[in-house]
């Protein structure tokens, strides 16, 4: 079994932004708009912070008050895109319930969207009209180039639809000319999807779910669990890093495996970056 | 077995529409770009007129040159959106091979893309902030609940990832918490995925391609083979409509079947113009 070390992948990632950054007339500047506290939640905005300034990339952050309408925070955020110097904007996910998620995820403008999630940025993505990728499913793409994986002649199995991980793979694997199933918690026989995948795509953010004896000898398994428990769809009860795959029992059956921390976390971040040097409206010299 | 009976139920949904037609204080109008010329796709143009004059429905026929350019088709393009008279906009696919498909789908705005076809209407479409489905994927679940066939918690088999069929069902299925599989030409043993398929949504342009051997016993088999075979991946050169499915072996096998024609094809022409009335900007008086 090979670790898919997706902290290195993602430190080459960053040092090619690096590049990139330093080759900029202006530095990129990434808004994140952060409503309500939670130590989770923090945790996520420390590493996006770490990695910026690792890049030399500045960062915004704009807290307001859980307790925010939806009309409220949509007007700030408006304001927030418009503001020239921020070259990028991220929401931090998840809102608070009373929130209408994609309606406010929906006032920022593609070029900004570096996370691709207002429905014009998912839209262009789905069209094959985007220069960047979801980043969950870029740092998925980006570990199977790294590592050789071919997942267009197999048979993937996405594990849930969320908006952070199920969805955007999906829509990837779409256009790829890829062979996919989605499978999620109304599925009836989710073991037998498991028991046929080559490759398995998790993110429905169940610690431990997948065990050994449910996948077949030799798959690979990409546990992006933790990246959905960011997500809308899992609460922010969340105090560590866990995955969805039971570690010793896959890794004892599985070819390539990613280790959660250390895996698809801290890829999605360096992709983050990426994204917003590639839609960076600033001209090289 | 039991016969999906598209055209009975695409009567009853026109019905509806003529009924909304006439409450309107100016009838909605169809406008059809159409570029180069050929039988088959008159063909189709046909049953849109006679549908569209069956419900009081206007429709506008644009005819270009089968060698005008993306450029040139898109400004074009662009008038007839902004022609007020012009509540809903297609054009009718394929398109010639010079052609930029995607850029000129997305000449068409939002509020008068009832094909559901432009990256935004289909970005809207994907989060869920759609007033209207793309025609095949309505008339798929107008057939599933006419007939009450459970789709939710069963197995759906996609077959074929084109952008009339394949994919806006994906994305639909997405939504819809439904557990499908996407299998295409690429995909190595598609007979594994048909075996196991509660449901079978083809839209493929095979003629035959699926035959009762494939399928296991009480199946549903929807056929959009036809639908398909006017989109951009079949080329030019059906003259008959002929569904993906073998009819007779299937239909000893299976438990509900879509007729070739008389099935998707009519339904989604019906959808079609419910999804011009549903965006119609007109006000009931």
Redesign the interface.
């Known amino acids: 079994m090979i670790l898919l070390d997706g902290k290195k992948l993602a430190e080459k990632i960053l040092d090619e932004v690096k590049k990139d950054v330093a080759g900029l007339d202006e530095k990129p500047r990434l808004a994140i708009v952060l409503v309500g506290k939670n130590t989770a939640i923090e945790k996520f905005i420390e590493q996006k912070k770490k990695a910026a300034k690792s890049v030399g990339i500045d960062v915004c952050i704009y807290p307001f008050d859980q307790a925010i309408s939806t009309n409220e925070l949509r007007k700030r955020l408006s304001e927030i895109v418009h503001e020239k110097k921020n070259t990028g904007v991220i929401v931090q996910l998840p809102l608070p319930e009373q929130i209408h998620v ?1 309606y406010i995820l ?1 006032a920022i403008t593609p070029e900004k969207d570096v996370d691709v999630l ?7 993505f ?4 985007s220069k960047i990728m979801p980043p969950v499913a870029g740092a998925i793409k980006a570990l199977f180039e790294e590592y050789g994986i071919d997942y ?2 197999k048979h993937v199995v996405i594990l849930g ?1 969320g908006n952070l991980v199920g ?1 955007p793979t ?2 990837w ?2 256009n790829e ?8 918690s ?3 026989h989710p073991e ?1 999807f498991l028991q ?1 995948a080559d490759i398995i795509i998790s993110g429905i953010g169940k610690p431990g779910f997948i065990t050994g004896n449910m996948i077949k000898d030799g798959a690979v398994l990409i546990d992006a669990g933790t990246s959905e428990s960011e997500g809308p769809s899992t609460g922010l009860g969340v105090k560590k890093l866990v995955g969805d795959v039971d570690f010793e029992s896959v890794a004892a059956k599985c070819s390539f495996l990613t280790p959660v921390p250390g895996g698809v976390g801290p890829l999605t971040v360096a992709l983050l970056f990426k994204n917003l040097v590639a839609i960076s409206p600033h001209e090289y010299p």
């Not at 207002?118 to 262009?124: D, P, V, Y």
């Not at 000319?177 to 999620?184: D, G, L, N």
């Open positions: 994609q929906n207002s429905s014009r940025a998912i839209g262009n789905s069209t094959g009209r267009k002649n639809a969805k999906a829509l694997l779409l000319k890829a062979t996919f199933s989605v499978i999620r109304s599925t009836r037998e046929q």
